[in-house]
C-alpha cells in the first residue's frame, strides 16, 4: 500500500515547479501503478498552451476558476469546481486561470517525475525522461 500526504510531499522533490503552475506528483511511474496522480496550482492569471502528445490526462477541478480552449476548434469550456475534463485525444489546449486552480490530474502513461512542458507544451515520452 502506498499513503502519501500533500503537504509533506510538498517538501520533496516530487514537487516540480514551472511557470504559473506547480505540481506535486503523488503517484509516478516508480510505485508501479500504471498511471501518475498529481494535485497540480494553476497560479491566477496565468494561461497555459499544453498538448500531451505522448500522454492521455484527465483532470478534476478541485477549486478555482479558469477556461480550457481546445485549440483546434475553439471551444472554450469553463473550469469551476466539480468540473472534469479528460484529454483523449491528445487535445492541444489553452488551460487560463482566473483565480488559482487546484487541479486533480492522473497521466497515463504515468510520468517519472521532474518533466516539465517542452517548448511544444508536451511531456516526453517515458522512454525519453
Not at 54 to 79: A, K, P, R
Request: proline share 3%; net charge negative.
Amino acid at each position: 500500500m502506498i499513503v502519501r500526504e500533500l503537504t509533506q510531499t510538498r517538501g520533496t522533490d516530487r514537487l516540480v515547479k514551472a511557470d504559473g503552475w506547480d505540481s506535486t506528483r503523488l503517484l509516478l511511474a516508480g510505485d508501479a501503478m500504471g498511471f501518475s496522480f498529481h494535485i497540480t496550482r494553476i497560479y491566477a492569471g496565468t494561461s497555459h498552451v499544453f498538448h500531451y502528445k505522448h500522454h492521455f490526462e484527465s483532470v478534476y477541478c478541485i477549486s478555482g476558476e479558469g477556461t480550457i480552449e481546445e485549440l483546434d476548434t475553439g471551444v472554450v469550456h469553463q473550469i469551476r469546481p466539480g468540473v472534469m475534463y479528460a484529454l483523449d485525444l491528445n487535445d492541444r489546449h489553452q488551460l487560463s486561470a482566473h483565480s488559482e486552480m487546484v487541479m486533480a490530474c492522473c497521466f497515463n502513461p504515468p510520468v517519472s517525475g521532474q518533466e516539465v512542458h517542452r517548448a511544444d507544451g508536451s511531456y516526453a515520452p517515458l522512454e525519453d525522461a
